[in-house]
């Protein structure tokens, strides 16, 4: 079955950058959407950015020009590069995967979910 892995979090310092990584495990036939969500403490889960199989991108207002999400399809691995962090930032950020999973003689569209990463802005 396909799992995400998600490396890069930590702590950073107002104004530093962090690069998150996102592998992708298993048998991928089609990848429609990858995204990076986050949630902090006492609040909801909230898209960042995410990128489509035709590389189109979205970023959430708060985050664009600090933000940029990049894919590599030979390594089944998408990142968030996040620069200019803000404390606001701080939060445990999880990739997610529409995708289609190979499973036997069959792809099945599935949602997959890393198993969040943190990452906390502070001095």
């Known amino acids: 079955q396909v799992q995400l892995v998600e490396s890069g979090g930590g702590l950073v310092q107002p104004g530093g950058s962090l690069r998150l990584s996102c592998a992708a495990s298993g048998t991928i036939s089609e990848i429609f959407n990858m995204g990076w969500y986050r949630q902090a403490p006492g609040k909801q889960r909230e898209l960042v950015a995410d990128?489509?199989?035709?590389?189109?991108?979205f970023y959430r207002d708060s985050v664009k020009g600090r933000f940029t999400v990049l894919r590599d399809n030979a390594k089944n691995t998408v990142y968030l590069q996040m620069n200019s962090l803000k404390p606001e930032d701080t939060a445990v950020y999880y990739c997610?995967?529409?995708?289609?999973?190979?499973?036997?003689?069959?792809?099945?569209?599935?949602?997959?979910w890393g198993q969040g990463t943190q990452v906390t802005v502070s001095s």
């Open positions: 990128i489509t199989n035709r590389n189109s991108t």
């Open positions: 997610n995967g529409d995708l289609m999973v190979v499973v036997g003689a069959r792809s099945v569209r599935s949602i997959v």
